[in-house]
């Protein structure tokens, strides 16, 4: 049976190296069979002598244990590639996407081939963003099955490779070593066959399916570009008649179809879309779920904390100013993300979008529906009536009589519910914001146009404008609310990392809303643009506009630049500075509270400083400028400060030496020279000090590393107060020192280690005078503790008999006026008292 093993394992070696061995080598084969029956004991033995005599062994066996080893490191590598192989590439996905796919392109297409003479805007522009999100999709998997197939290559590769290994065709002489040999490539050798088998199989598989793939690519692409012609069309054409006139019904043939199979049929198409929208966007709507989650984990956070750490009359106090977050915390985190939805969800079906809006205006409902006067909420009812109305006649494919008469209506209900709100917000005491009266006339204006529309038979448009009329409005207060809702969010966590009052809450918040208000605003109004222009459907040429604009290279001298990168860097040096200008705000730093140390201290100088030093890393990054550029300025601010900025960069560097260093922080209070105060910012390149007559010094940092500065509260707030009591001579010591130290007795406030001492200081002029020495825990109650014990000795002492004496001098006169002694002597000595 072994002879038989050998000889196939004899004929397996050529299949490896691809050439067939010569005779003389096959006859030497034949000649070794017995071999393969000796018993391992007779195989050492000659292994053994054949070690001995080294002279004796020819060149090629010398080279075995060399080969031996590449034999086994091939042999590893085979069963590394084999189990790559039986792992098999992640392409289930794709397999059971590709059905997916066909459904989204059958579906369009027959949506194509239904369309009449006045299809709907929305319809295909739903069909564009479908097919936007399939043609990402598809691209994402050619990307996957291109590296998967670059891999097996890699792999075919490789077996080539050994395949062209020379050194495994020097086979040993000895007989022993020979048989041990072929076994080891018998073995490789399967393996090898066994891996390019699998792995041809494999190409040919992801052959396909690329194939597959790419042709649904290029079937994908080409319905977007018809789309896209579409939609260009329906620009171009906008202000054209593209339906019957109202009074003439039956004149006109134009596309007579009935309302309610039109609308059977549309509805049944958008949930499609939506269906197919959902299974590949689905990863969105997890991080808009995790987006609310934490927002309502930190509301009520801030809440718990804010109760925990006040009374719970002033802690209501405190959240009463928070009429949204704190009253209405879920709907505030719906607002939230629905809002933010409806301005980045800028590459979504109308469906979806629809459904955004009716979530956000639900929540806002809920919210409205305590605060507002009756009058103003009913008008609100009424405007989510009308939205409901336009939403729905967004998603009918085609234009119907019936509907033409309903976008009529609507529109003039529309105009009457205007002026209906402009009457109420110039009667009402409700606090508005100042775009509503602009915001209701432009909502009147967009209706009438919607009204001229429709009489002209211009049906597409008067329903973009009538939907862009009512959104418009809708969202502008969705924005406000939520402009509202972020402060207030901010406010609670200020609150709930500093100690105050009800009505310094209230100061700090109203600073925190300056700060806040311009940038929000101008993130506002940009989103709000950004959904008045996808509802007239002027994104995409606003921003192939905006984009080229901003793209274009402009010179000044050898260097180039676009307005874009410009931007860039403004925007985000900008924004990095309000954040580190709001970061001592987020975290209790205030400056309301000066006078208690902050817990974080100089790590907020820290951040702040990582802040703006990230932030003008990124503005460079981001812009596309250079690094080199950024060295030359460095280099240039380097000669600045030898000619003029060396006092701006010491006070830089000393606002870093005192970040880590940390002599102050805020809330310690110093002495730097002849002014004392408390600590109530440390900037970065100066310091405030508010003084205790309420200004506020502004003190470089260098001055702060450079003159000696006194710091009262470095480790703690204790301080040791000293005063002087005199009494008149006589009287007795003991009972003066009993009377002392009896004024601090029961006093919680004066420490007791080290206690109270009072001593014999030194005999005056015309007292007996001594030195009083009291602890107290915080610095605070120094002065008032010092008049307390001043106030108590001076009674105890006048109940005692004890006179602190007045000032006591002998008069010594040396010449005196004669004429003044005889004027004394002639009216005789002044009567006794």
Not at 210 to 230: C, F, G, H, P
Not at 324 to 330: H, L, S
Not at 408 to 429: D, P, Q, V
Request: net charge positive.
């Amino acid at each position: 049976m072994k002879i038989y093993i050998t000889i196939v394992i004899a004929f397996l070696l050529p299949l490896l190296h691809g050439n067939t061995v010569n005779a003389q080598q096959r006859k030497k084969k034949q000649d070794t069979l017995h071999l393969v029956a000796i018993d391992s004991a007779t195989i050492s033995k000659n292994i053994a002598a054949l070690a001995k005599d080294t002279t004796k062994v020819r060149k090629s066996d010398t080279a075995v244990a060399i080969l031996i080893n590449r034999i086994e490191s091939y042999t590893l590598l085979m069963n590394d590639l084999m189990s790559t192989l039986r792992r098999g590439f992640d392409t289930l996905g794709i397999s059971e996407g590709i059905p997916v796919a066909d459904t989204s392109l059958a579906l369009v297409k027959r949506n194509i081939a239904s369309l009449g003479r006045t299809p709907n805007i929305n319809d295909i522009y739903t069909n564009k963003v479908m097919l936007e999100q399939l043609q990402r999709k598809l691209d994402n998997w050619q990307s996957t099955l291109f590296s998967y197939y670059n891999k097996l290559v890699a792999i075919n590769d490789t077996l080539h490779s050994l395949r062209r290994d020379t050194a495994m065709r020097n086979i040993p002489s000895e007989d022993e070593l020979y048989g041990f040999y072929l076994g080891q490539v018998t073995n490789m050798v399967l393996k090898y066959r066994g891996v390019d088998s699998a792995n041809s199989i494999n190409l040919i598989r992801m052959g396909l399916l690329q194939n597959k793939v790419a042709n649904r690519y290029i079937e994908t692409s080409n319905l977007y570009e018809d789309m896209e012609y579409r939609l260009n069309q329906y620009s171009r054409h906008m202000f054209v008649r593209d339906y019957r006139y109202l009074w003439r019904p039956h004149k006109d043939s134009i596309n007579p179809l009935e309302f309610f199979p039109v609308l059977k049929n549309s509805i049944n198409k958008n949930t499609k879309v939506l269906a197919i929208f959902f299974s590949i966007q689905w990863p969105i709507f997890l991080v808009w779920i995790l987006i609310a989650s934490l927002f309502l984990w930190w509301i009520f956070n801030n809440i718990r904390r804010i109760k925990n750490k006040h009374p719970e009359q002033e802690a209501e106090t405190i959240l009463q100013h928070s009429k949204y977050v704190y009253r209405f915390p879920i709907a505030s985190a719906v607002v939230l993300i629905s809002t933010l939805s409806a301005v980045l969800s800028i590459r979504y079906p109308t469906l979806f979008t629809e459904i955004t809006w009716a979530i956000n205006v639900l929540a806002l409902t809920v919210i409205f529906r305590q605060q507002l006067p009756k009058t103003m909420y009913r008008s609100w009812c009424f405007a989510l009536c009308l939205l409901a109305f336009y939403c729905l006649a967004n998603l009918i494919i085609e234009v119907t009589y019936a509907e033409q008469w309903a976008l009529l209506i609507a529109a003039i209900l529309g105009i009457i519910l205007g002026y209906r709100m402009l009457k109420e917000s110039g009667t009402t005491t409700y606090i508005q914001p100042k775009f509503a009266r602009p915001l209701i006339r432009l909502f009147i204006g967009t209706c009438m146009l919607s009204v001229l529309l429709v009489l002209l038979s211009i049906v597409g448009t008067a329903k973009v404008m009538g939907t862009s009329a009512i959104v418009n409005m809708l969202m502008a207060v969705s924005l406000y609310v939520l402009v509202q809702i972020i402060m207030e969010a901010v406010f609670l966590q200020v609150e709930a990392n500093k100690d105050s009052s009800s009505f310094i809450s209230f100061m700090d918040f109203q600073d925190v809303q300056r700060k806040l208000k311009t940038f929000l605003s101008i993130l506002s109004v940009v989103g709000w643009l950004i959904i008045v222009s996808r509802n007239l459907y002027l994104y995409d040429s606003i921003y192939d506009f905006i984009s080229a604009r901003l793209q274009e290279r402009h010179k000044i001298g050898t260097s180039d630049f676009t307005l874009s990168s410009v931007i860039i860097f403004v925007v985000v040096i900008w924004i990095s500075t309000v954040a580190s200008q709001l970061i001592a705000y987020m975290f209790g730093n205030t400056g309301q509270n000066a006078n208690k140390k902050t817990k974080l201290g100089s790590a907020l100088l820290l951040l702040r400083l990582a802040v703006l030093a990230g932030g003008v890393l990124i503005a460079f990054a981001a812009s596309g400028i250079p690094m080199d550029k950024l060295t030359i300025v460095i280099g240039a601010l380097g000669v600045g400060i030898g000619f003029g900025l060396q006092n701006i960069v010491n006070n830089l560097v000393s606002g870093v030496i005192l970040a880590f260093e940390k002599p102050i922080e805020v809330g310690d209070v110093i002495e730097i020279g002849p002014r004392s105060g408390v600590v109530k910012e440390v900037g970065i390149r100066s310091s405030k000090i508010s003084l205790y007559d309420g200004s506020e010094v502004i003190v470089p940092n260098g001055d702060l590393i450079s003159q000696q500065l006194v710091n009262w509260t470095r480790t703690n707030r204790n301080k040791r107060v000293t005063f002087t009591i005199s009494v008149a001579y006589g009287s007795d010591i003991k009972q003066v020192i009993d009377i002392i130290q009896s004024a601090f007795v029961g006093k919680k406030e004066i420490m007791s280690i080290p206690a109270p001492l009072a001593q014999l200081s030194d005999f005056g002029d015309n007292a007996i005078n001594f030195k009083v020495y009291f602890w107290v825990s915080d610095l605070d109650y120094a002065g008032s503790q010092q008049s307390e014990a001043l106030a108590f000795i001076y009674d105890a002492l006048n109940k005692a008999g004890i006179e602190i004496p007045y000032p006591q001098r002998d008069l010594h006169i040396r010449s005196l006026d004669e004429s003044l002694l005889d004027r004394l002597g002639k009216k005789g000595p002044a009567p006794e008292a």
